[in-house]
């Protein structure tokens, strides 16, 4: 009974409201003996709860979920991991990297390596964009804007992790 005092003083209702219901009635309350306990849902409460009906697409919407809707976007999808294979020489404009795609699905990765000169300051740094078959590694060039900064360069610092993009 003190529960059915305090629903009604927050204005509680579990009524079901929505239109999804295939019984009559509908108007809330405490009582026991009528109450439908089915996964339809019902809104209110001081705490704003919801609580949602999951075979019905028109009110759920979750967005860790992947579900049935989902459009395969790569923000759903983990980063790449990135192994530096070669830095850049004076003959060789470019670093080679090995791109790790941890995830079931191929995706678009975006590569950053930092040229770095004998003192560890940024001669330059450039990315790449790459695709990496699922659970597949890849080996990626990333290029120098311009041949004659190979020479500049010592070593190489790749970011260890591409995004997907």
Same mark, same amino acid.
């Given at each position: 009974m003190a529960t059915c005092v305090v629903l009604a003083l927050t204005g509680f209702s579990t009524g079901r409201g929505h239109g999804h219901s295939s019984h009559s009635g509908g108007g809330g309350g405490c009582s026991s003996s009528g109450q439908d306990h089915d996964t339809s849902s019902s809104t209110g409460g001081a705490s704003g709860s919801r609580y949602h009906d999951y075979d019905d697409d028109d009110d759920y919407t979750d967005a860790t979920s992947g579900g049935s809707g989902s459009s395969g976007s790569s923000t759903a999808l983990q980063d790449a991991t990135v192994q530096l294979v070669d830095c850049a020489t004076p003959s060789r404009a470019y670093a080679t990297v090995e791109v790790d795609n941890p995830n079931p699905t191929g995706g678009r990765f975006t590569v950053t390596v930092d040229?770095?000169? =004998?003192?560890?300051?940024?001669v &330059? &740094?450039?990315? &790449?964009?790459?695709?990496? =078959?699922?659970? =597949?590694t890849t080996t990626v060039q990333v290029d120098l804007s311009a041949p004659g900064l190979a020479a500049k360069v010592d070593h190489c610092n790749p970011e260890p992790y591409a995004p997907a993009n």
């Open positions: 040229f770095l000169d =004998a003192g560890s300051d940024k &330059e &740094e450039r990315t &790449e964009d790459a695709y990496v =078959a699922g659970h =597949a």
